[in-house]
């Protein structure tokens, strides 16, 4: 094999070691000082030049034309770019070009060759580490395939032996590491505490193996599904940037690593801002020429969908009795978030009235206050007494949500900050409101007490912060 590699550094060091003396190297370098060590110490290279790898003359006189491989690999990506560019001139089957900045790979990927990133990649397998460092990730197959290693601990033994007998028609358990040896699963009558296993199965593996361990302890929003949706409009008083900036974030903090972005036209803005997260999060951009709301709505329900993101546009809400987003959220097979731009969550509010929707915003509000270390405030709003009928009834119906929420507190061992107020419920969320980021809402539809549509509607409208309306 004829391999034409441009760049004489560490990484070229490295990879020559590994090589074999019957591989032709041509080696280009342009500093004569990095080049001489190569010379004598690899019987695989076959000629060197101390020449400037970017000029289309050299690679003439290195013979580009007749090499099966290229790699670009100097310390500058203009140079790396022109030099697989004059590779992909001359119908090279296999160019490979090592990018250092990774708002230049664009480039590269017009030229449709393969880079490695050394910092996104590297970032990326570093962010996978901070997520689960008992997990270890490699793609196969141009990223149509994984390999998920995972190491069983003493409180994963029963979820793991489950998993290892699975016969799912996406992923397959490949092998047990165990005492510096591979068996394979017919080797394998129990999963030991230290064993660590090797799952290969399609892209996603990670998510559907994490929740398999997290079963006893689901997180929000993957216990409604894996994906977010993220709705963007034409509206012009829509900043794209805080909204794509509050998405991502909570996307990161709630492990959701696929986002099915919905928009009504293309926009460069929101290209720009995708780049910058599209190493560590799988982004789909989604053009739809019907009504956002429906567009959402549809997508959401045909897909695994666990939260649903839009911004708040005010020409939206400007009738007062329609509450469009109360609409959208009672559609949706998920919560939708409202988005004001108010992250990060250090703070968040849940006014509670008892019902079952309202149980479910004090539980997603537990889960995300523990996945963002955040701390959580509950609030009971008491009516004037004449719409209960006397203080008695209304003091019973205050002790019995109290009581709710101590005990969803003891379950999820997470202190709880309780309020009670009295008075108008809308201005009295709101007043508090101020000091918290996000405030979860039960955005049922009844009638009867103060969490009517219009009440809950009000509250998107007015609140200073993000939303979370749970159905």
């Not at 720009?272 to 951009?285: A, G, N």
């Not at 045909?302 to 005010?314: F, H, M, Q, S, W």
């Not at 990060?344 to 008892?354: A, H, K, T």
Request: net charge negative; glycine share 6%.
């Amino acid at each position: 094999m004829k391999i034409l590699i441009c760049g004489a550094g560490r990484i070229t060091d490295e990879l020559l070691k590994r090589v074999g003396s019957t591989w032709e190297i041509t080696l280009i370098e342009k500093k004569s000082a990095k080049i001489a060590p190569f010379s004598t110490r690899f019987p695989s290279i076959v000629r060197v030049m101390n020449e400037d790898a970017s000029s289309p003359v050299v690679l003439e006189k290195a013979g580009l034309k007749n090499q099966d491989c290229v790699l670009a690999m100097t310390n500058d990506d203009k140079v790396n770019l022109a030099v697989v560019g004059f590779a992909e001139k001359e119908n090279i089957k296999n160019i490979l070009a090592v990018v250092r900045d990774p708002a230049k790979i664009p480039d590269f990927h017009k030229i449709k060759v393969k880079t490695i990133s050394m910092s996104s990649d590297i970032a990326h397998r570093v962010y996978k580490f901070l997520k689960d460092p008992r997990v270890r990730i490699s793609e196969f197959g141009e990223g149509h395939a994984e390999l998920v290693e995972l190491t069983a601990e003493k409180q994963s033994l029963e979820n793991l032996q489950h998993m290892a007998k699975s016969r799912d028609d996406h992923w397959r358990m490949a092998g047990v590491i165990r005492s510096n040896r591979l068996e394979f699963p017919d080797q394998i009558n129990e999963i030991r505490k230290g064993d660590r296993l090797l799952f290969f199965g399609e892209p996603g593996l990670y998510n559907i193996l994490s929740n398999r361990l997290a079963q006893e302890d689901p997180h929000f929003p993957r216990s409604y599904g894996q994906q977010m949706i993220l709705g963007i409009g034409e509206d012009e008083g829509l900043d794209v940037a805080e909204l794509l900036n509050e998405a991502f974030y909570l996307a990161r903090g709630t492990h959701i690593e696929q986002i099915r972005v919905i928009c009504s036209r293309e926009s460069e803005e929101i290209h720009q801002v995708l780049s910058r997260w599209s190493e560590s999060l799988q982004i789909d951009i989604n053009e739809q020429d019907i009504a956002l709301h429906k567009s959402i709505v549809a997508d959401a329900s045909g897909n695994d969908a666990g939260i649903a993101v839009l911004g708040y546009i005010r020409k939206l809400s400007r009738y007062f009795f329609s509450h469009p987003y109360m609409k959208i959220a009672g559609k949706l097979p998920c919560p939708l978030l409202v988005s004001k731009f108010s992250d990060p969550y250090e703070r968040i509010l849940v006014p509670f009235n008892g019902s079952l929707s309202g149980q479910r915003a004090v539980e997603i509000a537990l889960d995300l206050a523990r996945q963002f270390d955040a701390e959580v405030s509950v609030v009971v709003v008491v009516e004037p007494s004449y719409l209960h009928g006397s203080d008695s009834a209304s003091g019973q119906w205050e002790n019995q949500l109290l009581s709710q929420i101590r005990e969803l507190s003891r379950i999820y061992k997470i202190k709880v900050e309780e309020h009670v107020r009295h008075g108008n419920p809308v201005k009295e969320i709101l007043a508090m409101s101020e000091d918290y980021q996000l405030l979860v809402i039960s955005s049922d539809t009844y009638k009867s007490g103060f969490f009517s549509i219009s009440v809950a509607g009000m509250l998107v409208n007015r609140s200073p912060v993000s939303l979370l309306l749970v159905s």
